[in-house]
């Protein structure tokens, strides 16, 4: 794989390159929401683009939407195409563009631009896919011998989350109340969650309409996945203990999840696909797949306070996920439930196999008994009121790097009432 050389400036280490070409939804204060792709420091408004004559793999009208839905259902083969053109347009050697009387129209700086939620999510489901991740779980509240549930290597485990309170990349949002059951007392009390985590997670969104009924094998699977985010499934882990059971998460979960907001397509994370874990015991049949399908995607989260600068306390990798992206779709449809464009399933909490790979506080700090040191010299055992979580994600192989940007979130103190 050879780096493209692009006639628009890319600074190093930048997320946007020619070999990426992210799709988002954009505003700036002379235009409305619309599509665009990213690359370097500027978007590509492909509204604009099309008007000047320059793509036509898909509909005009579907460029001014307020959400990607519309482009994506426009089928992979025409946002492919589209993307394809994109990167001939942007590459050195290529004046079309370049040459434009329209250009300042057509490129715009992402200083100046308002992200926006890039889909409109109509479902949203969470799997539980790391092993490291459901082996800490489960040795610090289950059996430290035997910290895997019966199912686990049998079925990606997952639940239906709250579409409706996952947010862009920038949300601030305030501490949930709930309630909590402290160790020492006999009945519950009603207050401000202390224990607020952050979980480091991917999603991926789906490009394809499936009907009720009908399922989706993990061959077909790529044909109905558009592309992936970064994504923070917020937690507040004193709520989940009291309510989890019998049903799972429930008010500890829906408050706020938050994505990026550029979705890095399938087509352009290919490069990166590495080798998956040898699953055993043996799988059914519908969750078995051919080549290399978990990818190489280099995961980093921080933590910054409100006047203070960022500690990094994660760096972990979404290859090691035991489910893959193609088993999560098999298993979530082999019962026929449906798809449709726009659903965005997460990976469930990314943790690897060492300390420093964890994805999420309560296995950094392990429940709280190891508090990490920040740069400022405070100490966190989970979230402060005023921090904002940063999650960051790139791939890189041959001097190529695919990245996501950030998807970052800001915690306030809780609202009494």
Same mark, same amino acid.
Request: with cysteine.
């Given at each position: 794989?050879?780096?493209?050389?692009?006639?628009?400036?890319? /600074?190093?280490?930048?997320?946007?390159?020619?070999?990426?070409?992210?799709?988002?939804?954009?505003?700036?204060?002379?235009?409305?929401?619309?599509?665009?792709? =990213?690359?370097?420091?500027?978007?590509?408004?492909?509204?604009?683009?099309?008007?000047?004559?320059?793509?036509?793999?898909?509909?005009?009208?579907?460029?001014?939407?307020?959400?990607?839905?519309?482009?994506?259902?426009?089928? +992979?083969?025409?946002?492919?195409?589209?993307?394809?053109?994109?990167?001939?347009?942007?590459? =050195?050697?290529?004046?079309?563009?370049?040459?434009?009387?329209?250009?300042?129209?057509?490129?715009?700086?992402?200083?100046?631009?308002?992200?926006?939620? /890039?889909?409109?999510?109509?479902?949203?489901?969470?799997?539980?896919?790391?092993?490291?991740? =459901?082996?800490?779980?489960?040795?610090?509240?289950?059996?430290?011998?035997?910290?895997?549930?019966?199912?686990?290597?049998?079925?990606? @485990?997952?639940?239906?989350?709250?579409?409706?309170?996952?947010?862009?990349?920038?949300?601030?949002?305030? %501490?949930?109340?709930?309630?909590?059951?402290?160790?020492?007392?006999? @009945? /519950?009390?009603?207050?401000?969650?202390?224990?607020?985590?952050?979980?480091?997670?991917?999603?991926?969104?789906?490009? +394809?309409?499936?009907?009720?009924?009908?399922?989706?094998?993990?061959?077909?699977?790529?044909?109905?996945?558009?592309?992936?985010?970064?994504?923070?499934?917020?937690?507040?882990?004193?709520?989940?203990?009291?309510?989890?059971?019998?049903?799972?998460?429930?008010?500890?979960?829906?408050?706020?999840?938050?994505?990026?907001?550029?979705? @890095?397509?399938?087509?352009?994370?290919?490069?990166?696909?590495?080798?998956?874990?040898?699953?055993?015991?043996?799988?059914?049949? $519908?969750?078995? $797949?051919?080549?290399?399908?978990?990818?190489?995607?280099?995961?980093?989260?921080?933590?910054?306070?409100?006047?203070?600068?960022?500690?990094?306390?994660? %760096?972990?990798?979404?290859?090691?996920?035991?489910?893959?992206?193609?088993?999560?779709?098999?298993?979530?449809?082999?019962?026929?439930?449906?798809?449709?464009?726009?659903?965005?399933?997460?990976?469930?909490?990314?943790?690897?196999?060492?300390?420093?790979?964890?994805?999420?506080?309560?296995?950094?700090?392990?429940?709280?008994?190891?508090?990490?040191?920040?740069?400022?010299?405070?100490?966190?055992?989970?979230?402060?009121?005023?921090?904002?979580?940063?999650?960051?994600?790139?791939?890189?192989?041959?001097?190529?790097?695919?990245?996501?940007?950030?998807?970052?979130?800001?915690?306030?103190?809780?609202?009494?009432?």
């Amino acid at each position: 794989m050879k780096a493209l050389q692009s006639w628009i400036p890319i /600074p190093a280490n930048s997320d946007f390159t020619p070999e990426n070409l992210p799709f988002g939804i954009f505003s700036t204060t002379s235009k409305s929401a619309r599509a665009g792709i =990213a690359i370097g420091e500027h978007i590509i408004d492909l509204s604009e683009l099309h008007r000047a004559g320059l793509i036509n793999q898909v509909p005009s009208e579907v460029l001014l939407s307020k959400a990607l839905n519309e482009l994506i259902a426009c089928g +992979k083969k025409n946002t492919s195409a589209l993307r394809l053109r994109v990167q001939q347009l942007v590459t =050195a050697e290529n004046n079309e563009l370049q040459a434009h009387p329209n250009l300042q129209d057509i490129l715009v700086k992402q200083s100046i631009a308002t992200m926006h939620m /890039p889909v409109n999510v109509g479902d949203y489901t969470d799997f539980y896919s790391s092993i490291d991740h =459901a082996t800490n779980m489960g040795k610090m509240f289950r059996d430290p011998e035997n910290a895997l549930l019966p199912n686990w290597k049998h079925i990606p @485990v997952g639940y239906h989350g709250r579409a409706s309170s996952i947010r862009v990349s920038g949300f601030k949002f305030h %501490r949930p109340m709930g309630q909590l059951k402290p160790a020492d007392a006999e @009945v /519950p009390v009603f207050a401000p969650s202390k224990l607020m985590d952050f979980e480091l997670e991917t999603a991926f969104i789906i490009g +394809k309409n499936s009907n009720l009924g009908e399922r989706i094998s993990t061959e077909q699977a790529d044909d109905y996945i558009f592309g992936m985010v970064l994504f923070n499934d917020w937690s507040a882990r004193d709520i989940q203990s009291w309510e989890y059971v019998p049903l799972g998460p429930f008010l500890a979960k829906n408050f706020a999840s938050v994505v990026s907001p550029w979705i @890095v397509t399938l087509d352009a994370l290919e490069p990166f696909r590495v080798e998956g874990y040898k699953q055993e015991p043996k799988v059914q049949p $519908y969750l078995e $797949y051919s080549g290399n399908k978990n990818v190489d995607i280099h995961l980093e989260v921080s933590i910054k306070p409100e006047h203070g600068e960022e500690t990094i306390v994660s %760096r972990s990798n979404y290859k090691y996920m035991y489910w893959t992206m193609e088993q999560q779709l098999a298993h979530h449809t082999v019962n026929g439930c449906n798809m449709n464009v726009g659903d965005m399933l997460a990976s469930g909490t990314i943790s690897g196999p060492d300390e420093g790979s964890y994805g999420s506080m309560m296995e950094i700090t392990w429940r709280g008994t190891k508090p990490v040191k920040m740069n400022d010299g405070s100490e966190r055992k989970f979230i402060n009121d005023g921090d904002t979580v940063i999650i960051r994600g790139n791939c890189e192989k041959d001097g190529v790097r695919v990245g996501f940007g950030e998807c970052s979130s800001t915690l306030l103190s809780a609202i009494a009432f």
